[in-house]
């Protein structure tokens, strides 16, 4: 399926859930890609990309941000303490803000320079111990130590279970939101 295709359905499923028109955003993967299709679709428009490597990331974004300097580039994988750094050089957003240690070390990092990317706490919904993330039960007291460490935090990153009830998904990231007056969350 093709960008175009992909952007016409999103603009249905908006329409039919009565949502604003560009109200979803499209954050193409581009990890693991060969350049020539990233680079196809950078020509077609797209302008927001998903990394889960801060290294495969710093190994051609730089570049191709000086031929597309409107393009963001995302954290969706899990960060390591140790290329936080990096990270705040490459990434427009975090994902994957998860544990007290990356807050601490991102807190100290965001404030020596001044600036900070986009973040979102991700909340393991499934509780699947393969997946990182905050458990929902301690979603509340993370936002507040996070808040507490002054770090400015856009929303909520979720992946549900591959085979969860969506119904129970969604009242999951309702009662999130209900505690925090904010969400963002992805499907798959």
Request: hydrophobic share 40%; with cysteine; net charge negative.
């Given at each position: 399926m093709g960008l175009l295709d992909i952007k016409r359905r999103i603009a249905d499923a908006e329409t039919a859930a009565g949502r604003a028109p560009g109200s979803v955003t499209l954050i193409a993967v581009s990890k693991v890609q060969p350049a020539d299709r990233v680079q196809a679709v950078l020509g077609q428009g797209q302008r927001i990309f998903g990394e889960n490597y801060v290294q495969e990331a710093a190994g051609k974004w730089p570049g191709w941000r000086a031929e597309w300097p409107d393009a963001q580039v995302h954290m969706i994988g899990p960060l390591q303490t140790n290329k936080l750094k990096l990270a705040l050089d490459l990434f427009d957003a975090i994902h994957t803000l998860d544990r007290a240690s990356l807050a601490e070390k991102l807190a100290r990092q965001v404030q020596a320079?001044?600036?900070?990317?986009?973040?979102?706490?991700?909340?393991?919904?499934?509780?699947?111990?393969?997946?990182?993330?905050?458990?929902?039960?301690?979603?509340?007291?993370?936002?507040?130590?996070?808040?507490?460490?002054?770090?400015?935090l856009t929303g909520l990153m979720c992946i549900p279970p591959d085979d969860a009830d969506p119904a129970r998904i969604l009242r999951i990231w309702r009662g999130l939101r209900n505690g925090t007056g904010w969400l963002a969350c992805r499907w798959g």
């Open positions: 320079r001044g600036t900070c990317p986009q973040l979102f706490v991700q909340v393991n919904t499934g509780a699947e111990p393969q997946k990182s993330g905050v458990l929902p039960g301690d979603a509340d007291a993370f936002i507040a130590a996070c808040r507490a460490l002054d770090l400015p």
